[in-house]
């Protein structure tokens, strides 16, 4: 367990950097690679998710820049001699804030939709609060790694119930970005 100095110590730096570093922000489009890790009764469901995504940062201050995600998420459904879990396929769509914490760290939020490819299914609300780094490569591009926690909720209706239905992953990303 870390004291109270310590904890006051990281807080003061976490929110002191912006003004200590100076953040460059430039627009920029993204392709990624991700990799879903499920969480909670959702991990009963799938083992793991693998997909893809397009994310444009667009600045709209110095350290700020809206972001707009798109992508495709396929969850393998889990298989074994008792029951046979069909994969969930969702297009993810989001929008949300990125906040440049030093040259190349940020930390974002991002709120949208899940909009399901399975039959039966119904579209979620998708939230997910997120760090990466931005690594700087030959010719201007970047390579963007982040980690964030994404859930999905709402209701589905199964043999006439209204049942709760929340899914949550740790998703991890890998993306070569392009200056615009």
Known sequence: MLSPKIKIILFVLLFSSPVLLKAQNSANIGIAAEI?????????????????S???????????????????MNFFGRRNQLFNVQDLTYIPAKAG????????????????????????????FAWSPGIGNQFKLSGGNKLDLGIRYEAWTGKN????????????????????????
Do not use: C
Request: zero cysteines.
């Open 157 to 180: 209706n199964i043999a006439g119930l209204n049942k709760s239905d929340s899914k949550g992953f740790v998703g991890i990303r890998f993306a070569y970005l392009f200056g615009l």
């Open 97 to 124: 804030l990125k906040y440049q914490l030093g040259e190349s760290f940020y930390a974002e939020g991002q709120l949208g939709a899940a909009l399901p490819l399975n039959k039966n299914q119904k579209t979620l």
């Open 36 to 52: 879903g890790l499920p969480s909670g009764n959702f991990s009963n469901l799938s083992g793991i998710g693998l997909g893809v």
């Open 54 to 72: 397009v994310k444009a940062d667009l600045p709209v201050a110095e350290s700020f820049a809206l972001t707009l995600n798109a992508g495709f």
